[in-house]
């Protein structure tokens, strides 16, 4: 069975800081795609940022940025400059092209900023 | 424009009773999923529609769990015979087409919570 593991509960960062939520996976298919989704308090599920598993460069969106190391299976999220908007719970996911669209998604990491 | 909506955003029943979750996608999305979050854990995979063709129901929990989608936009989750451990934040999601898998990207609501006592 596919698997997404995030192995951080909880974060916590400095305002202005740089935090890095982990992430691993666990699948055989060749095509696949990786997400960090961020849901604060409001109950939202936001995609952060997106990385196609075919690229080798790293997805980067403004101060958020990823680490893609295929061979160990490993989808990390940076976050720089942290903001206490940033405060949220984090999740990881997964998806397949050779599938439909639905995620595999991670057990999520509890980021707190603090002032 | 307007988001993905569900209703209700909050429902209390209790244990045996059926429920109806709704959910309202992005207009023009042809694509619709359902998915499931239990407390403290990540969001579970329930079933994904698209277009006309048939539902991947693959991740329905039991045969107490069903969905429709009606003129290919509203879907209603409907779970029988509720017990307490259906209780879960329960999210929908809707992408453009559906046809390009995970390439497209999923606006999920805000989900309806639902607790059984």
């Known amino acids: 069975a596919q698997t997404v593991t995030q192995s951080q509960p909880e974060m916590s960062v400095q305002e202005a800081e740089t935090v890095t939520l982990s992430c691993t996976y666990d699948?055989?298919?060749?095509?696949?795609?990786l997400f960090w989704y961020k849901q604060p308090p409001s109950r939202q599920m936001i995609l952060v940022i997106r990385q196609e598993a075919y690229k080798q460069q790293n997805a980067t969106e403004n101060r958020f940025s990823v680490n893609f190391q295929k061979a160990a299976k490993s989808f990390s999220l940076k976050i720089s400059d942290s903001q206490l908007g940033d405060a949220a719970m984090y999740f990881c996911a997964e998806g397949f092209s050779s599938n439909t669209g639905k995620l595999i998604f991670g057990q999520g990491t509890t980021l707190q900023v603090k002032p | 424009g307007a988001g993905v909506s569900q209703s209700p955003s909050n429902k209390v029943t209790e244990k045996g009773k059926d429920v109806e979750l709704r959910c309202d996608p992005i207009s023009g999305h042809t694509a619709l999923y359902w998915y499931r979050q239990s407390l403290g854990q990540g969001l579970e995979f329930l079933i994904y529609f698209q277009g006309n063709s048939a539902p991947d129901k693959s991740g329905l929990p039991s045969d107490r769990f069903s969905a429709e989608r009606t003129g290919g936009s509203v879907s209603t989750l409907t779970i029988q015979r509720t017990e307490q451990r259906d209780s879960a934040m329960y999210r929908c999601?809707?992408?453009?087409?559906?046809?390009?898998?995970?390439?497209?990207?999923?606006?999920f609501g805000p989900g309806t919570r639902l607790t059984v006592l």
């Open positions: 999601a809707s992408s453009l087409t559906g046809l390009a898998g995970v390439t497209d990207t999923q606006y």
């Open positions: 699948t055989s298919e060749s095509d696949y795609y």
